[in-house]
């Protein structure tokens, strides 16, 4: 399990995108946005290296991630 800082992120479909991004590195993934902390969980198989690079590539700057 991850946990990453997420900016950019403002709305529902914001949140849908970021998700999305997961899901084409891990179909499995399972995914938990909260928009007010700008904080997204993740339980995946991938690496964090993976994860961060693929969200912050569909345009939400990931500013600190931890694995939990």
Avoid: F
């Amino acid at each position: 399990m991850y946990e990453l800082k997420v900016n950019g992120m403002s709305c529902g479909g914001c949140a849908n995108s970021v998700r999305r991004t997961v899901q084409a590195i891990d179909a499995s993934a399972k995914v938990d946005v909260d928009l007010p902390t700008k904080t997204v969980r993740v339980a995946t198989t991938a690496s964090l290296e993976a994860i961060s690079a693929a969200i912050t590539e569909a345009g939400y700057p990931v500013t600190a991630s931890t694995a939990l």
